[in-house]
């Protein structure tokens, strides 16, 4: 049997070296030399390919996004109309990057502003509570105690205390003692100053834009820092205009603010025009007109043709704005609409004081302003009434007026068939609104309509509300560093995942180079 076999096995071995001219004596030593050849490849190439997957595996285990530890924050926008309530987030492990910190809540508080209570003080803390039981449902209740707590009273809290300083205490007082209700960690109520709020509106859109990155310094060609934006922002009883001017004239210091904001320095133009908010300027207006008319029987281009409206005297003169120019006993001013854009700019053109100017230039009110440079974010009443009007992404200045004409001329009851959900005083002042936009845009900060473009009308940005709110969290809480934390050029990731794209080459590299230069038997022509 086992000689048969054997004999078998030669005569397939003749057949075998008849094709290939080898050493028949060599056949039996060379094919166990082959096959081991091909065990040490399978070897080799079943240890790449586990190095590999194992690499592979490392990497993505290492970065596997881990729990993220939440840090929170509100902020109380204490505004003259209205006070809203605003929650942020950010990763604690990141609060010095530039834009992580999010917008997560805001809830407006039912009610007037703050300063509307200072005949029944109490009310204002008591307004607030709604509000923050929401704070309270938002943030898991362990970071409760690490929350911190801000109120920022603006404009109606600055007439205020212009008119009675010792109620606005009381206000403060008692919006500080519901606060104080809550378990977060409160951090103080107080009265912001125009040139604050209109600085951190600044700070917000920009760090909310991330027009504060700037790269890491490992490859010089790529230290660019992007131009900042300018903030407008219009409010009930008061307006900012922020910017970073090109020129560096600095003829009014207290308009100017300095920041060391991630490594680099800016100069900030900043000015606040206190009853220049729309609230505010539409009395001053009123309270004027009366005045030039001697005659509380108004009728008023800013309103549309056959509104009626009969305001209180007490509203009219009651604020610091008005005061002075009551002259009339009467306790009604009665308002007819007549619905002229053109007359409406023209009686609106008389609140900017344009010819007196102490400086090289001026906007209004013998006011320092350079030349306007860069783009703009216009937010809050800027928007409201731009987005109403369907004008917030109009470039072109002269459809911006038709449109208005066209609504300012629209008979009040037409107005109110076609807009039946909106508000009846937002809707009835919108021609107003919208013609002092225009004025206070044009002739007060001397946009044209070359530049009119460069405005951006806008309520968020990023999802969190465009408002000085956050840059003020910001501030107080240090999380924007003077200097640019130094950081290993790539990030962790990167690292890992370069690691192992090097690694693979330099191996396919060494494998290719093998195959090469000592080519296996195996491979030769033929073998396989
Ligand atoms: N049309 C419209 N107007 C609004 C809306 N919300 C607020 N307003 C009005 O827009 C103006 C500005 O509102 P805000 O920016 O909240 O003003 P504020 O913060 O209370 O006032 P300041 O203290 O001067 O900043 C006020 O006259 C408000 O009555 C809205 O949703 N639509
Ligand atoms: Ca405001």
Redesign the pocket.
């Known amino acids: 049997m086992h000689n048969k076999g054997l004999g078998i096995t030669v005569l397939q071995e003749f057949k075998w070296t008849k094709k290939m001219p080898l050493d028949t004596s060599l056949g039996k030593g060379s094919k166990q030399k082959i096959s081991w050849s091909k065990k040490v490849l399978i070897i080799l190439g079943f240890l790449f390919v586990l190095g590999a997957v194992a690499l592979i595996t490392v990497a993505v285990v290492q970065n596997k996004p881990l729990p993220k530890n939440m840090k929170y924050g509100i902020v109380l ?8 309530v605003y929650v942020y987030n950010w990763p604690a492990e990141k609060e010095n990057d530039t834009g992580v910190v999010q917008q997560v809540e805001v809830c ?1 508080v039912d009610g007037p ?1 703050i300063s509307s209570y200072s005949k029944d003080v109490e009310k204002a803390g008591l307004s607030l509570q709604d509000c923050m039981n929401t704070a309270k449902q938002v943030i898991p209740k362990k970071e409760h105690r690490d929350t911190p707590v801000y109120l920022g ?6 007439l205020l205390s212009l008119d009675n300083n010792k109620i606005a205490d009381k206000v403060l007082l008692s919006v500080e003692k519901s606060l104080r209700l809550y378990p977060f960690d409160f951090q103080g109520c107080r009265i912001i100053t125009g040139q604050e ?1 209109g600085a951190y509106g600044w700070i917000s859109i920009n760090y909310m834009l991330g027009n504060f990155k700037q790269s890491s310094s490992w490859m010089p060609f790529q230290q660019t820092s992007t131009e900042t934006s300018g903030a407008l ?7 900012q205009i922020t910017f970073e001017p090109t020129d560096s004239i600095n003829e009014s210091p207290e308009n100017f603010m300095l920041f060391r904001l991630y490594g680099k320095t800016y100069n900030v133009y900043t000015h606040s025009f206190l009853c220049y ?4 300027a539409l009395r001053l207006r009123l309270a004027n007109d009366v005045k030039n008319a001697g005659s509380t029987n108004l009728q008023n281009p800013c309103f549309n043709p056959g509104y009626v409206k009969n305001m209180s005297a007490v509203d009219l003169y009651g604020s610091p704005c008005t005061a002075k120019y009551k002259l009339f006993s009467s306790s009604f001013i009665l308002i007819t609409g007549t619905g002229d854009y053109h007359q409406c700019q023209q009686n609106l053109q008389d609140m900017f004081n344009k010819t007196e100017c102490p400086y090289s230039r001026c906007s209004f009110n013998r006011i320092f302003q350079p030349e306007l440079s860069g783009n703009f974010g216009a ?3 800027f928007y ?2 731009m ?2 009007l369907n004008l917030t992404s109009e470039k072109d200045l002269s459809k911006v007026k038709e449109t208005l004409k066209e609504f300012c001329s629209e008979s009040w009851q037409q107005v109110k068939e076609k807009f039946p959900d ?2 009846e ?3 009835s ?2 021609c107003f ?1 919208g013609t002092y936009i225009l004025t206070l845009l044009e002739m007060g900060y001397g946009f044209t309509s070359e530049n009119w473009g460069n405005i951006n009308f806008l309520r968020k940005i990023k999802g969190s509300d465009a ?1 000085w709110t956050l840059g003020y969290m910001l501030n107080l809480t240090n999380m924007i560093p003077a200097e640019l934390p130094s950081s290993p050029p790539l990030s962790h990731a990167s690292y890992v995942g370069l690691m192992v794209l090097f690694s693979f080459l330099l191996a396919s590299v060494v494998f290719i180079g093998w195959l090469y230069f000592w080519k296996p038997r195996c491979l030769q022509k033929g073998i396989i």
């Not at 926008?77 to 809203?84: I, Y």
């Not at 922002?233 to 307006?239: E, I, P, Q």
């Open positions: 926008d204490a505004g003259s109309s209205h006070t809203s407006k502003g009273a603006t404009a109606g809290m600055r709020e922002d219009l409010g009930g009883a008061s307006t908010g729309k609230d505010q937010f809050s009443a409201f009434v987005n109403f909106i508000k005083k937002y809707l002042e919108y609104s408002a």
